[in-house]
């Protein structure tokens, strides 16, 4: 059904992106659709909102012409703030804010919809999807399976798992974000809840939902957001693009109070749910203020250390007796800012240290890259192999274009492949592309005849895996995705001498031959 609506639409979104008939997964109101870009062939996730999703029911109107002129006026602040939510991302840029491709339009039949880089699921689906797999019984170890129909109508898998390393990573990037938000952009992002946390192709955790967003009280700008309007559930409207009360500080609906801390406090409670079971806030209003005001009026309703914030589960200890108290606490002033909460001793650990120290990469000396790059192999068995694919080898593939580390991210690149149950995919799709790009040569025969040291050792290094790249393409991939054309002189020639070498011909004379 929503397919055929989705071909109504008319759009530059439309015309320039291939979407995916059926979407991929929810978010709040935003149903979002697998897209590629017509031009560039680039992967894109398609956001779209359906007004008619707005329309109350007959029982919630009561009838009456004044009632659905204020349904109306309701409505349409719900679209003005959708609008804010994607034109936040358009001014917001940061590698922990979902990057927008392409701007909001509005469609033809009143519906709103924008671009951005490719997501696999948001959070609230995530562990949606953990509390399906622990209600069947299967455990909470089990990753987390997404059929998606692509652009080209076949089947694609995607499996996510929500382990404790991928928890610490998520929230170090979301604290990243809310950094960002707090110092540099000076808002308050007022509705952080699983919802607005978007998990990319890469597994990053990205910040989005940003409808609600304002500056906080004590900044240059006043507040936008008017707290007696947004805190009051109107029955009319759906509760998906209200704000959610179960992860709200009481900064909001006691004090009257915008500031940064109610995210941390917010952040807090989202980490509990992370960990709970069934997977969600320990504080349920049922959308009622008054149930909010009453559980923060009995210490034992309020989440604390005493009664395990509340959690189902027992909480890991570095969190539960140093982190969520200085998260969940009623004074502002005694919770960890967004700093302060990326030093907790909850992250000290070598693969969380690994993968902090692979974000900020590009901004490493040399002497720090060739040091990491060195001693990434022996740390790398530790790695879960879906972070092995989906976060470190598209870092140390985007690394790449540093020629004098060519050879030791080879090395690295080779060992995730063979570790990788799904490297063959990886191979194909990943890295012949960059093995092209630097190999391929390109130019006159001057630039051809050049020697490039760092090309030989890189080449070396990929002619000593020649083993790996058999198992993992046919000879017509290797050959016409990556060693074709006017590659250097004789290197498929070489590349292919190497798995059958005569006695005689050493690895350094093949080595010669490919790149004198």
Known sequence: MFSSALKSFTSNIGSNY?????????????????????????AASVFIFDKKSLEPSASSLGGGRGNSSSVK?????????????ASS???????????????????????????????????????????????AGRGAGRNS????????????????????????????????????????????????????????????????????????????????????????????????????????????????????????????LLIIALYNSPHRSPIETHESLSAY??????????PNQTNNYLSSVPLPTNLSSELLPRLITRRPAQRLNAMEFQQAQYFDNILVSTIRFLDDLPAKTPAEKAQFMRGLAKIMPQFPKSVLERKLLPALLEEMKDRELLAPILLNVFAIIKASPSGKRAFTDKVIPR??????????????????????????????????????????EFRDGELSGQLMPNSVQSAN????????????????????
């Open 435 to 476: 093995l092209r790009d630097i190999f391929l040569t390109q130019g006159n025969a001057k630039t051809t005849a050049e020697r490039d040291p760092t090309k030989e050792a890189g080449l070396m290094i990929l002619l000593e895996n020649m083993k790996v790249v058999a198992d993992n393409c046919s000879g017509k």
């Open 497 to 516: 001498y190497y798995r059958h070498p005569p006695n005689h011909r050493s690895g350094s004379e093949l080595s010669n031959s490919c790149c004198r």
């Open 18 to 42: 291939s979407i995916a008939p059926q979407p991929s997964s929810t978010s709040g109101p935003w149903k979002i659709f697998d897209a590629k870009k017509k031009s560039t062939g680039k």
């Open 293 to 302: 005001r009453r559980t923060f009026s009995s210490s034992s309703s309020v």
């Open 89 to 135: 991302l358009a001014r917001l840029r940061h590698p922990s804010v979902l990057e927008l491709a392409e701007p909001i339009e509005e469609t033809r039949s009143g519906g709103l919809m924008f671009a951005t880089e490719q997501v696999t699921v948001s959070l609230a689906a995530l562990l949606a999807e953990k509390d399906e797999q622990e209600r």
């Open 73 to 85: 006026r309701a409505q349409e602040e719900v679209i003005d703030r959708l609008k804010k939510e």
């Open 145 to 268: 399976r997404y059929v998606v129909r692509g652009n080209d109508g076949q089947d694609e898998i995607r499996e996510l798992e929500l382990d404790e390393l991928e928890i610490q990573k998520g929230l170090l990037q979301i604290a990243k974000g809310l950094e960002f938000l707090h110092q540099s952009a000076k808002l308050v992002h007022a509705n952080l809840t699983p919802e607005a946390i978007f998990v990319n192709a890469k597994s990053d955790w990205k910040i989005s939902g940003l409808a609600f967003s304002t500056p906080f009280s004590d900044s240059a700008s006043s507040p936008s957001l008017s707290l007696s309007e947004v805190l009051n559930h109107d029955p009319r409207l759906p509760p998906t693009v209200q704000l959610n009360l179960d992860y709200t500080s009481p900064d909001f609906v006691i004090d009257n109070n915008i500031n940064p801390s109610a995210d941390m406090f917010s952040l807090g």
